[in-house]
């Protein structure tokens, strides 16, 4: 098994449109990896999302989404993908939009959601 340092991303842009950094934080812990993700997440940020999960050669990876400030439909896609290979839980508490991403979407059913990555 391979050691991993904690990792972060410095922000993709230094603001986005609604004025918040961007960035993801990666952190290896025993059976999994978990990736926080911080503001806006669209089509200029969303590569964050995939590079980071293809840096991770782990199986289960949990997304920290409680701090996701606006996304759209990228940021769906990216998970969608990140699914493919890995077992991926999505943590929340979910802001709103996040929630009716998922419901309008009708994806919410292709998730494994748990309410804290705690």
Do not use: N
């Not at 098994?1 to 230094?14: D, K, L, N, V």
């Not at 606006?70 to 699914?83: I, T």
């Amino acid at each position: 098994m391979h050691e991993y340092p904690t990792r972060t991303s410095p922000p993709a842009r230094p603001a986005t449109a609604t004025g918040h950094l961007t960035g993801i934080a990666c952190e290896k812990r025993p059976d999994e990896v978990l990736i926080r993700l911080r503001g806006d997440f669209d089509v200029h940020t969303v590569h964050l999302i995939t590079d980071a999960v293809r840096a991770w050669p782990e199986d289960r990876i949990v997304i920290d989404l409680s701090h996701v400030t606006f996304a759209d439909s990228s940021l769906l896609h990216a998970l969608l993908d990140a699914r493919i290979g890995h077992h991926l839980t999505l943590a929340g508490p979910l802001p709103h939009q996040l929630d009716r991403l998922f419901d309008i979407t009708a994806t919410r059913g292709l998730f494994v959601f748990t309410p804290s990555a705690q």
